[in-house]
Structures are given as C-alpha cells and as structure tokens.
C-alpha cells in the first residue's frame, strides 16, 4: 500500500533554516508530481501548494515562499526535500507530502504531515 514517511520538521528561530524529507512507497514514485502542503494551526489547509515539483522535474512555488524554500527530488529514493530558509513565523504549520498522478487525478496520496514552528 502507499505509505509515506515524513521528517525533519522541528522548532526553529525566525531566519533559521529546516529541511522536510519524504520517502514514498507503494506506487511509481517517478511517475508522480510531489508537492508540499501546509496548514497552520486553526486554519484549513492551503489549497495552493508551498512547494510543487513535476516528473519532469519543473519546479513551483507559492508567492508566500518564494526564494526562500526550495523543493528536490530524488527518483533513486524515492525522496522529495523542502528547504526552508530564512523561516517566519508565519511559516508555522503542518506540512504534508503530497503525490499527484499528473493524468489521473484520482490517484492522489497524502502523507501523514510533519509540524514546523518558528519561534524565538
């Protein structure tokens, strides 16, 4: 079945950096768009990705993020990273690894999400 494994969230201090890995399972990995997902306490999750990034490799973000985040991923191991720099604290959320078939909607997976907070 897929299965997902989700790490690297943490507490970090505004301006710090973490990074967030994915290890997927269960389905053709390469096959698959992987993106982030966030939701920050009390709110619903976002609809637009943080983070999204195609088979092909292309890469998207969301304006909030820009040029501070960056997404990978790496085929051989089944593995999509988020490289969080200069953190806000509005950064402060669950994050959720995301895999989306690009021609079949249907086959969407969600990751069991891993949290994130900026604070001092």
């Known amino acids: 079945q897929v299965q997902f494994v989700e790490s690297g969230g943490g507490l970090a201090q505004p301006g710090g950096s973490l990074r967030l890995s994915c290890t997927a399972s269960?389905?053709?990995?390469?096959?698959?768009?992987m993106s982030w997902y966030r939701q920050a306490p009390g709110k619903e999750r976002e609809r637009e990705a943080v983070a999204v990034i195609t088979t092909s490799s292309s890469t998207n973000y969301a304006d909030s993020v820009k040029g501070r985040f960056t997404i990978s991923r790496d085929n051989a191991k089944n593995t999509v990273n988020l490289e969080m720099n200069s953190l806000k604290p509005e950064d402060t959320a669950r994050y959720y690894c995301?895999?989306?078939?690009?021609?079949?909607?249907?086959?969407?997976?969600w990751g069991q999400g891993t949290q994130v907070t900026v604070s001092s």
């Open positions: 995301n895999a989306r078939h690009p021609l079949i909607p249907a086959k969407t997976y």
């Open positions: 269960g389905f053709p990995f390469s096959s698959y768009a």
